[in-house]
């Protein structure tokens, strides 16, 4: 036998909160809910050497992985470092890509040095130099110049000299705080050879 189920009186309505509209105001419209777009396409995770090549070919040529990895036919940065862990020929072919990365790095320094900044005349008639577009060139060298030296540090990174010093090698490098610490080091080893 189904249960009734007893209800009680009715509850008034609560006042609604909404402030009173001025005469002559419309009420604003509700923006639009937007529809629900599909999931994308599974990215592929299975590792091929066609993949792999085109990923190493960009990076060589100065796309970055991040940009690589947002077209749809490539798998996602965290599938391909780990690749890089689980296929030692990929790793060696991702490492030589970023060694010739940092070559193009260096080539591209010299176009965007050579580039002819955009002249404009300002309200004297005088033909300027847009500074704008100076300093936006600037940064993209040195953000080159610092890849360039992080990639392939040999090369492109800050130079170290080694001296001779009475048969021993003394390591000068560009960094004074460094200079003057090796200079206390020579110092010391000439007073235990004198000693």
Same mark, same amino acid.
């Given at each position: 036998?189904? &249960?009734?189920?007893?209800?009680?009186?009715?509850?008034?309505?609560?006042?609604?909160?909404?402030?009173?509209?001025?005469?002559?105001?419309?009420?604003?419209?509700?923006?639009?809910?937007?529809?629900?777009?599909?999931?994308?396409?599974?990215?592929?995770?299975?590792?091929?050497?066609?993949?792999? &090549?085109?990923?190493?070919?960009?990076?060589?040529?100065?796309?970055?992985?991040?940009?690589?990895?947002?077209?749809?036919?490539?798998?996602?940065?965290?599938?391909?470092?780990?690749?890089?862990i689980?296929?030692p020929?990929?790793?060696?072919?991702?490492?030589?890509?970023?060694?010739?990365?940092?070559?193009?790095?260096?080539?591209?320094?010299?176009?965007?040095?050579?580039?002819?900044?955009?002249?404009?005349?300002?309200?004297?008639?005088?033909t300027?130099?847009?500074?704008?577009?100076?300093?936006?060139? /600037?940064?993209?060298?040195?953000?080159?110049?610092?890849?360039?030296?992080?990639? /392939?540090?040999?090369?492109?990174?800050?130079?170290?000299?080694? &001296?001779?010093?009475?048969?021993?090698?003394?390591? /000068?490098?560009?960094?004074?705080?460094?200079?003057?610490?090796?200079?206390?080091? /020579?110092?010391?080893?000439?007073?235990?050879?004198?000693?």
């Open positions: 036998m189904p &249960e009734t189920v007893k209800k009680g009186p009715k509850r008034p309505a609560k006042p609604s909160k909404a402030k009173p509209q001025a005469q002559g105001t419309a009420t604003p419209a509700k923006t639009p809910i937007a529809p629900k777009t599909k999931n994308p396409p599974h990215r592929p995770v299975e590792y091929t050497e066609e993949i792999a &090549e085109e990923v190493c070919w960009r990076l060589a040529h100065g796309e970055s992985l991040v940009s690589i990895c947002s077209d749809e036919h490539v798998p996602h940065c965290a599938t391909i470092y780990r690749w890089l689980r296929f020929i990929f790793c060696e072919m991702y490492a030589r890509a970023r060694e010739d990365q940092a070559d193009t790095n260096a080539d591209e320094i010299l176009a965007i040095a050579d580039e002819m900044p955009p002249e404009y005349t300002d309200e004297k008639g005088r300027v130099l847009d500074h704008t577009y100076l300093a936006w060139q /600037k940064q993209r060298i040195e953000a080159r110049k610092w890849t360039s030296a992080k990639l /392939k540090p040999r090369k492109y990174g800050d130079r170290v000299a080694v &001296e001779g010093v009475d048969g021993g090698a003394a390591i /000068k490098t560009e960094d004074a705080s460094a200079n003057k610490f090796l200079e206390i080091i /020579k110092n010391m080893e000439m007073t235990k050879r004198a000693g």
